[in-house]
């Protein structure tokens, strides 16, 4: 891994400290380097209700308004991803310095998770 200095550190250890960014960061890294925004809210409020896969519309509605107006901008600033809001999607962008961390804390969180179909 190349060198990192202190602030991007420090920056990366925060965007990472959130759950739903680091799904984000995983679905991007490990499934897909393009998800439509619809798609990806409703893989984060599956994960959240415990793996099951009948989730509320409402959640799913409140998971996007966060990654919308939160998430995916300070992801989008910290140059780690790209959003595309007339087609609605996400992009990853290559980050050399984020994916050795990404592949610990994978591991931490169990991803990929399972999904119930119960």
Aim: proline share 4%; hydrophobic share 40%.
């Amino acid at each position: 891994m190349a060198q990192i200095d202190t602030p991007r550190l420090n920056e990366i250890f925060a965007l990472l400290s959130n759950q739903r960014r680091r799904f984000v960061l995983y679905y991007l890294t490990f499934e897909s380097d393009e998800v439509d925004s619809n798609d990806l809210a409703e893989r984060i409020a599956v994960v959240e209700a415990n793996n099951t896969s009948a989730v509320s519309d409402e959640f799913v509605r409140s998971v996007k308004v966060s990654l919308s107006h939160i998430h995916l901008p300070k992801l989008a600033d910290a140059g780690f991803i790209t959003c595309n809001r007339t087609q609605g999607t996400i992009e990853r962008e290559e980050v050399d310095d984020l994916t050795p961390f990404l592949e610990k804390t994978a591991l931490l969180d169990g991803y990929p998770p399972t999904v119930s179909t119960d």
